[in-house]
């Protein structure tokens, strides 16, 4: 339908800092996303619903056309790589992409002799061509979760994960080594939503950035 709009958005902290957002720009959920356990909200603008999908999916969900918005972490968007428009950074989940390792490992190393890693991580697309431009070859494993587990008990040497406060990894007695890359979360648009529904998805995004502007 052209008289209307799907935005993906996940659950969690984007999620929590996202929909204070979208209520300024004059959206907001007829339930609580954060306690229903429905998947699909119509909001107070009939022609806007907001649909909650695990964070990984939403730049899916936009590119193929499910959704006609979604607001996500760059670095998942930087993981999948594909065909949509990234119209906002919003600003908000900021954290950041590094490569970490055992602290008694880096009291010794130098990044700029590294040849070749073993690495844990759930970004392997994006590990991949960070090393590749390095020079650097690199086995990847990939992991889901528990990332800081993994150089504890020998699975790799060194793992790259986001980093907000460092507390898990200090917990965890590594330490940032790398910087990857700064991350927070943008709007991001089908491309075919964009020429179909122009006017809709102009006015939305226009407020949404209007309400940026005012921070």
Same mark, same amino acid.
């Given at each position: ?10 659950? @969690?902290? !984007?999620?929590?800092?996202? +929909? ?5 720009? @004059? ?22 619903? +907001? ?10 969900? %936009?590119?193929? =056309?499910?959704?006609?918005? =979604? %607001?996500?972490?760059?670095? %998942?968007? &930087?993981?999948?790589? =594909? ?21 008694? &490992?880096?009291?010794?190393? #130098? ?33 889901? @979760?528990? &990332? ?18 460092? #507390?898990?990894?200090?917990? #965890? #007695? ?13 709007? %991001? =648009?089908?491309?075919?939503? &964009? ?12 407020? !949404? ?7």
């Amino acid at each position: 339908m052209t008289d209307s709009l799907t935005i993906a958005l996940s659950k @969690g902290r !984007i999620l929590d800092e996202t +929909l204070p957002l979208l209520a300024a720009a @004059g959206i907001e959920p007829l339930d609580n996303p954060r306690i229903s356990r429905k998947l699909i909200f119509a909001t107070n603008q009939s022609h806007i619903r +907001l649909v909650i999908i695990r964070a990984a999916d939403v730049p899916t969900f %936009v590119e193929f =056309g499910a959704a006609d918005l =979604g %607001v996500s972490g760059k670095d %998942v968007l &930087m993981e999948h790589d =594909g065909d949509l428009f990234e119209l906002l950074d919003l600003g908000i989940a900021r954290c950041r992409l590094m490569v970490a390792e055992p602290a008694e &490992m880096a009291a010794n190393d #130098n990044p700029a002799n590294w040849s070749r890693l073993r690495i844990a991580t759930k970004y392997v697309h994006i590990t991949r061509r960070f090393f590749a431009t390095k020079g650097v070859q690199t086995e990847i494993i990939k992991l889901y @979760g528990s &990332m800081e587990l993994a150089p504890l008990v020998g699975l790799a040497d060194r793992i790259v994960d986001l980093v907000d406060t460092g #507390n898990t990894l200090k917990a #965890n #007695n590594l330490v940032e080594v790398e910087h990857i890359a700064d991350i927070s979360s943008w709007l %991001v =648009g089908n491309t075919a939503s &964009m020429k179909l529904k122009h006017e809709l998805m102009q006015s939305t995004v226009a407020a !949404i950035a209007a309400v940026l502007d005012e921070k």
